[in-house]
């Protein structure tokens, strides 16, 4: 507003010296000295002003400096003012004292022709235009009302709506000046928005006009363009980029093609453009108006990420092989394939070949355990990794070869298999595991068990495959590790039959249909019975007596184990409260107990029902259990044994006999497994190994029980050359149900024989303890 007034200096100027040359003329005519001297401040009025425009040109302005553009204003006010003053002056002068027709003419002419100027220079700024219009038109009414002539006077009245209007007409000048500045200043802060909304936008956007040519870029979209085609393709046709790109191939064809069609077909949508070195670009297609808009969006990372989670849906993240959901996947779509193959099953029967053969192994690692206890998890992992590698290796890209989970891996081929390549397939993953580990430093050696199915008929699916394959791997594993065994039929009679007692087996547990017998543990000294082991039977209907040797791995692996423990420990704390109280009562938790069950809650609710003091309560642990769940065994134990519970070490000498369990765990009884004790008449080295085992257990100051002593002979080469302190066997007693042990309890503490003469029971022929 306030430039508006420094504006057009030249003009200015020449109309001051103008209006000065006139009142000059007016001079001369009426030799009036005053309109001289008003003539001369014409000429000093101007130079002033002149002066002042220069100095305002010269002068850098800011156009948010309020004080500067009001000092501006009122200098401004003051030349502007000094002029129209002047020409009020000289106006009313010549009315009221010259009163000629040349000096009237002159000064009114002159006037009115700047009061013109005057309101179409200074509209923008009311209060500057305003003071000119008064200092002019006041003065010129005054001379114009007074100068004694009617009409003249006349006149003036008819000028004073001439001097309303300018008022008027400046005010809609300057309000039409207002609006466009205002719309210049929203344009222009519309267009500074949109600049930076366009340079700060994550995604390259670019807009084509209805002939398809580039409009508008931003900065990404630019550098997307480059990575097309270089060069400034802003004004070109994006259909030119797009071809000129397919030609390069930094687009393949069919997507520049599909990109283009997108744009034309004016609907709008989505298309995937891969670019070079493993970029991903998406591109979203707006249409509205004939105007297209494209959103340029690097989703690189996006594209890995959805690799990624694929990949981890669908393969082992350690390993690398197929996982167990994606091997189905490919199983299942093979056999779906095999069942609407229409060739005879049977095809090739003659050369062992059959064309759809398929044929499943599941490998397992022996003894993985103890590599991850005794090494450390990061030396199980690289096992794990070298024995997919090995796998792999060994059998080729023929195979299907994926990790189940765990230490277990299963292959599957189909096609061209033949009988023969379920040994020679094994024998190529047995040779593989032949050479030694050498892993962080460690050497050792890593053996597998296979078990192998096949597959000829078409109904067969992969859970009825991988069942067959599972016992085939069980009897592997049964009969010593490291080899394989291919699944017949006799297996599947076993598997039906252990199915059975699966089913029977949690049907008897929920009615309570197992049985407790207790079998007699004999202090060597006093011979008089100190404790009982309670021990679980189960007598089925149909089929007799199940050994727990059976039933108790079948409850482990269908999760009731836990179950028939807590039932144990309930039942068995009750009956020792029937007998004296020098006798306690023993347990045995299994390694599901610790994994599955809280065994401290299970024993608190046997010792509060029961009523039985913790002390003669002893819980059986083997070595296999603490290898399986160390960690939790470890801390659950640790938290019995503080409240007086013994704990015992099962079967020691049948597992690694690792001496950091005698060293980390409370236990406070060694039960050495009857393994030492069955040739100690015959071999003499068998009796010095018994002798230096208990000798360990009693220098860390643990009872020690010789387990399975069945003759005299071995009892009495026991209390001589042993410090074992305690006898379990058939020599003082079977498993009793509870009546009768109670009684083989009050008789032998009533007859307390010597060392010499045993208390000895009758020896059943089946020497299998449970």
Known sequence: ???????????????????????????????????????????????????????????????????SAARWEKRAMIGSGAIALLYGTWTAYSFLVVNTFFAELASLGVSMAVLV?????????????????????????????LDGHFFTALLSFIFLPYFASLRRLAANVRGILLRAV????????????????????????????????????????????????????????FSAMMSAAAERGTI????????????????????????????????TVSSRQDKTVLLFEDITERVKAEERINYMAHYDTLTGLPNRAYFTEQVDADLERRRHNRRPANKGARTGKHSDMAMLMIVDIDDFKHVNDTMGHLIGDRVLIETSERLTRALGRDSLVARLGGDEYVIYRSGGVSTADTTTDAEAILNAFSGPFEVAGEVFAVNVSIGIVTAVERADDLDALMTKADLALYKAKAFGKGQAQVFHDEMDTDYRYRQRLKADLKATVAAGGLTLVYQPIVDLKSRRVVSCEALARWQHPELGSIPPSLFIPIAE???IISDISRWVLKSATAECRNWPEEVSISVNISARDFRNDDVAAMVREALASSGLAPQRLEIEVTETALLEEKATATKILSKLAKQGIGIALDDFGTGYSSLSYLQALPFTKLKIDRSFVMDIVENPRALKLLSNVAQLGKDINLTVTAEGVETEDQLNLIAEHSKVDQIQGYLFGVPLPRRDVAELIARMAARSPLPSEPEVLTVVPNRKRG
């Open 1 to 67: 507003m306030i430039r508006s007034l420094y504006t057009d200096r030249r003009s200015q100027a020449l109309g001051a010296y103008g209006s000065a040359a006139a009142v000059a003329l007016t001079w001369l005519e009426s030799q009036s000295v005053v309109l001289l001297l008003i003539a001369m401040a014409f000429v000093v009025v101007g130079i002033g002003r002149n002066i002042d425009m220069i100095m305002f040109e010269r002068e850098e302005h800011d156009e948010t400096d309020v004080v």
């Open 117 to 145: 100027g005057v309101t179409a220079r200074n509209f923008a700024v009311e209060r500057v235009m305003m003071t000119q219009v008064m200092l002019i038109c006041i003065p010129t009414w005054i001379g114009m009302i």
């Open 182 to 237: 205002r719309g210049r200043v929203e344009a222009s802060r519309l267009a500074a928005e949109l600049d930076a909304a366009l340079e700060t936008m994550q995604h390259g956007i670019c807009m084509l006009d209805e002939q398809g040519v580039i409009a508008v870029t931003n900065d990404r979209a630019e550098l997307v363009f480059s990575r097309f085609v270089p060069g400034n393709w802003g004004g070109r046709p």
């Open 252 to 283: 393949p064809a069919r997507s520049a093609q599909q990109l283009q069609e997108t744009v034309e077909d004016g609907t709008g949508g989505k298309v995937l453009l891969r670019l070079d070195e493993g970029q991903f670009c998406e591109v």
């Open 557 to 559: 692996e269908t999760g």
